[in-house]
């Protein structure tokens, strides 16, 4: 049996045996952080759930809201929006 395997069989019996569920990420979700952060000069959004999500965008002034899907939304690209530039994100609800 492959290393591989053995680790996947294991960590599935202590599932079963401690009673919870397995939640594997996806390669997004894994690779960045949960929620709003800044990379390589871009706003992002990481939505970790499996649904759509509702989040509200703040700026320095004004904030607006937008619906995301799972895994890393780019919000802004790179530049000097001033007043409009995103100070963070956060979700709402489902949508």
Do not use: E, W
Not at 4 to 21: N, Q, Y
Not at 36 to 53: I, L, P, T, V
Not at 74 to 84: A, E, F, S
């Amino acid at each position: 049996m492959s290393l591989k395997r053995k680790i996947a069989v294991t960590v599935s019996a202590l599932a079963l045996v401690g009673g919870m569920s397995l939640a594997v990420p996806t390669a997004a979700s894994a690779a960045d952080p949960c929620g709003y952060f800044k990379q390589d000069g871009y706003d992002k959004y990481n939505h970790c759930g499996s649904d759509n999500a509702y989040i509200q965008i703040d700026q320095v002034v004004g904030n607006y809201s937008q619906c995301v899907g799972p895994g890393t939304t780019i919000l802004r690209n790179p530049g000097n929006y001033g007043i409009y530039s995103i100070t963070n994100a956060f979700y709402l609800r489902s949508c």
